[in-house]
């Protein structure tokens, strides 16, 4: 597939709805079709463990979760759902249950018997995640496909048998080899992955399908989704439903943050029908997020007329919306300029930190900054009513925030105009405001657009500052402290992820512009780490393997050396600085 392809992931990305899909049943709950968006969540246990799994299920379905996933790294978990089964259905409990399987495909016909859902990883189902592409260059790509329909086949025929429903879930972090030879480490490759057991799927007549592509890094998800959505379209497959999610997005309000970006930039497109917020966190607290993010990225009921011109901005492979530079007091905005973070008062407190704001944003009166406040101030720009300066900002603060910046952009290039573009919100502090400025900034973002973004804030303006330097950093734009990817933790964590992540952060969380990896094992861990600088991963009970980038460079640390360890080794790269002491 080449990577000009450009075919509508919607029909108007001016006006989205929600994607229309097979309605695909798991137990009594109802994925797809025209149901609303279901949250799902994990349990962080074996289900060997069924006590605790038991547990974790019934405390996820008390908290509203609609569908709970369970690891099962082994036969033994597999056939230890049953009893895991047997015990949640004697409380009464109805909530389905997914079984999440890699690299055990005997345990996932196993899981069959007992769960509403089983879950396949396409990247190593048939193939392995982990050959390295030498060897991969001598095999024949086709008969790999060959080998997926050979193994593939019979599992669909028995998940129709037993009336359940197939996740084909793929993983940015792990693409198989076979992939990665053919397409690299690329968005052509999440999609073919999912194109080819789908072409199995459409064989065999089966569609109790949902897909996932997932990634930790939120505008590689977001693509990923949008080109599946056009690739079933045009190559004439059922719409299946998709499950969304941005992997290892960490903890606190970071994770929270870094969801948001992902997540609702799709639920804003249409285009996620269940959703699960990946916490490195208790897994009860990921349910109120999603559920508070399906709230706030709702489609509008009534969409707006922009009277734009399509939009020829390319969806699916990032590059920043070309733009003039236009000067401000101290520096300038716009062209290869990063994306600059303004504050809101009347004059610029000088620092030179890298998350201090760097201009002063005093209202739209009086400064160099053009203010779009609906739709008609836009289609009068649009039909050539209406000019402004090419030395200026440009601000969409109407309704239906990212739609009409959306339409601004596209009368900008109607206009032959390059106009930096200013992001500008006024929110409160609330939980739900930021998630919203995420969401929305994010897929602006995430598109290319946006030279410069203001959060407005009258009861806490510090907090504003550093939710838009947050944000610019969940959607890869701008990195200004330290990053951390991390996974929620499940059955197959090899350590307490809680606590060392918690460690992690006190030691290093004051190194700035670096990222650091904490992954509980290696199915995702090598794969996810392709954009951090270090990484610490569970590579047996016990023991860490330290990488860096997506080279491993200790193997099988002793837990109780690891962190010792990877300060080391950040030092021995020159990237390593001592934390000031706080007055």
Not at 109 to 124: D, Q
């Given at each position: 597939?080449?990577e000009?392809?450009n075919?509508?992931y919607?029909p108007n990305r001016?006006?989205?709805?929600?994607?229309k899909?097979v309605r695909?049943?798991?137990?009594e709950a109802?994925i797809?079709?025209e149901?609303p968006?279901?949250?799902?969540?994990?349990?962080?246990?074996?289900p060997?463990?069924?006590?605790?799994?038991?547990?974790?299920?019934?405390?996820?379905a008390q908290?509203g979760?609609g569908l709970?996933?369970i690891?099962?790294?082994?036969?033994a978990d597999a056939q230890?759902?049953e009893e895991?089964?047997?015990?949640?259905?004697a409380?009464?409990?109805r909530?389905?249950v997914s079984?999440?399987?890699?690299?055990?495909p005997?345990?996932?016909?196993e899981?069959?018997k007992w769960?509403?859902?089983?879950?396949?990883n396409?990247?190593?189902?048939?193939?392995?995640?982990?050959a390295?592409?030498?060897?991969?260059?001598?095999?024949n790509?086709e008969?790999?496909?060959?080998k997926?329909?050979?193994?593939?086949?019979?599992?669909?025929r028995?998940?129709?048998?037993?009336?359940r429903v197939i996740?084909i879930?793929?993983n940015?972090?792990?693409?198989s080899?076979?992939m990665l030879?053919r397409y690299g480490?690329t968005?052509?490759?999440?999609?073919e992955s999912?194109?080819?057991?789908?072409?199995v799927c459409e064989?065999e007549?089966?569609?109790?399908?949902v897909?996932?592509?997932?990634s930790?890094?939120p505008?590689?998800a977001?693509a990923?989704?949008?080109?599946l959505?056009?690739?079933l379209?045009?190559e004439?497959?059922?719409?299946?439903p998709?499950?969304?999610?941005?992997?290892?997005?960490?903890?606190g309000?970071?994770?929270r943050?870094?969801?948001?970006?992902g997540i609702?930039?799709?639920?804003i497109d249409?285009?996620?029908?269940?959703?699960?917020?990946s916490?490195?966190e208790d897994?009860?607290?990921?349910?109120?997020?999603a559920?508070?993010l399906?709230?706030?990225?709702?489609?509008?009921q009534?969409t707006?007329?922009f009277h734009?011109p399509?939009?020829a901005?390319?969806?699916y492979h990032?590059?920043r919306?070309?733009?003039?530079k236009?000067?401000?007091?101290?520096?300038?905005i716009?062209?290869?300029?990063?994306?600059?973070?303004?504050?809101?008062?009347?004059?610029?407190?000088?620092?030179?930190?890298?998350?201090?704001?760097?201009?002063?944003?005093?209202?739209?009166a009086?400064q160099n900054i053009?203010?779009f406040?609906?739709e008609l101030d836009?289609?009068?720009?649009a039909d050539?009513s209406r000019?402004i300066?090419?030395?200026?900002?440009?601000?969409y603060?109407?309704e239906q925030f990212?739609?009409g910046?959306r339409?601004l952009?596209s009368?900008?290039?109607?206009?032959?105009?390059k106009?930096?573009v200013l992001l500008?919100k006024?929110?409160?502090a609330?939980e739900?405001d930021?998630?919203?400025?995420?969401?929305e900034f994010?897929?602006l973002?995430?598109?290319g657009?946006?030279?410069?973004v203001?959060?407005e804030?009258?009861s806490?303006?510090?907090?504003?500052?550093s939710l838009?330097?947050?944000?610019?950093?969940a959607a890869g734009v701008?990195?200004?402290k330290?990053?951390?990817?991390?996974?929620?933790?499940c059955?197959?964590t090899?350590?307490?992820?809680?606590e060392?992540?918690?460690k992690?952060?006190?030691?290093l969380?004051?190194?700035?512009?670096?990222?650091?990896?904490?992954?509980?094992?290696?199915?995702?861990g090598?794969?996810e780490l392709a954009?951090?600088d270090f990484?610490?991963?569970?590579g047996?009970?016990?023991?860490?393997?330290?990488?860096?980038?997506?080279?491993?460079?200790?193997?099988?640390?002793?837990e109780?050396?690891a962190?010792?360890?990877?300060?080391?080794?950040?030092?021995?790269?020159?990237?390593?600085?001592?934390a000031?002491?706080?007055?």
């Amino acid at each position: 597939m080449s990577e000009n392809f450009n075919y509508p992931y919607m029909p108007n990305r001016f006006s989205p709805v929600r994607r229309k899909t097979v309605r695909v049943q798991v137990g009594e709950a109802v994925i797809g079709g025209e149901s609303p968006v279901l949250v799902q969540s994990m349990t962080t246990t074996k289900p060997k463990d069924v006590a605790e799994t038991v547990r974790q299920t019934l405390a996820l379905a008390q908290a509203g979760c609609g569908l709970v996933r369970i690891t099962v790294p082994t036969l033994a978990d597999a056939q230890a759902l049953e009893e895991v089964m047997r015990q949640i259905r004697a409380t009464g409990c109805r909530v389905p249950v997914s079984a999440d399987i890699h690299f055990q495909p005997k345990a996932a016909f196993e899981a069959l018997k007992w769960v509403e859902k089983v879950r396949i990883n396409p990247g190593n189902f048939v193939d392995s995640g982990i050959a390295t592409l030498e060897k991969q260059a001598e095999k024949n790509f086709e008969e790999g496909k060959e080998k997926v329909v050979e193994a593939f086949t019979p599992f669909v025929r028995e998940a129709r048998e037993r009336g359940r429903v197939i996740r084909i879930g793929v993983n940015h972090g792990s693409l198989s080899a076979r992939m990665l030879y053919r397409y690299g480490d690329t968005v052509e490759g999440m999609v073919e992955s999912a194109m080819e057991y789908l072409a199995v799927c459409e064989a065999e007549h089966f569609d109790q399908v949902v897909v996932s592509l997932k990634s930790s890094t939120p505008r590689v998800a977001i693509a990923a989704y949008r080109m599946l959505a056009a690739r079933l379209e045009k190559e004439h497959f059922k719409p299946y439903p998709f499950h969304v999610g941005v992997t290892e997005a960490g903890a606190g309000e970071d994770g929270r943050l870094k969801s948001a970006v992902g997540i609702g930039s799709l639920l804003i497109d249409g285009l996620a029908d269940t959703i699960r917020v990946s916490l490195t966190e208790d897994p009860v607290a990921e349910v109120p997020v999603a559920q508070e993010l399906i709230r706030v990225s709702e489609l509008p009921q009534k969409t707006l007329d922009f009277h734009v011109p399509d939009w020829a901005k390319d969806p699916y492979h990032y590059k920043r919306l070309e733009t003039e530079k236009v000067s401000y007091s101290g520096g300038a905005i716009g062209a290869a300029e990063m994306v600059r973070v303004g504050v809101s008062a009347p004059v610029l407190s000088l620092s030179n930190g890298l998350r201090s704001p760097e201009f002063a944003f005093t209202g739209f009166a009086g400064q160099n900054i053009v203010a779009f406040k609906d739709e008609l101030d836009i289609a009068a720009f649009a039909d050539g009513s209406r000019n402004i300066p090419q030395d200026s900002l440009v601000a969409y603060v109407g309704e239906q925030f990212v739609l009409g910046n959306r339409a601004l952009v596209s009368a900008l290039e109607s206009r032959k105009q390059k106009n930096p573009v200013l992001l500008y919100k006024r929110i409160s502090a609330s939980e739900s405001d930021k998630l919203k400025t995420a969401a929305e900034f994010g897929s602006l973002l995430a598109d290319g657009i946006g030279d410069a973004v203001v959060v407005e804030s009258e009861s806490d303006q510090n907090m504003a500052v550093s939710l838009a330097f947050d944000i610019l950093q969940a959607a890869g734009v701008r990195r200004s402290k330290t990053e951390f990817i991390s996974c929620p933790g499940c059955g197959r964590t090899l350590y307490d992820i809680r606590e060392v992540i918690g460690k992690i952060k006190a030691r290093l969380g004051h190194l700035q512009n670096i990222s650091i990896g904490v992954m509980g094992c290696i199915v995702n861990g090598p794969g996810e780490l392709a954009d951090a600088d270090f990484g610490y991963i569970g590579g047996a009970p016990g023991f860490i393997n330290l990488f860096e980038g997506k080279t491993c460079v200790k193997k099988n640390v002793p837990e109780a050396n690891a962190l010792d360890e990877l300060v080391e080794l950040i030092k021995s790269r020159g990237r390593y600085v001592e934390a000031k002491e706080s007055k």
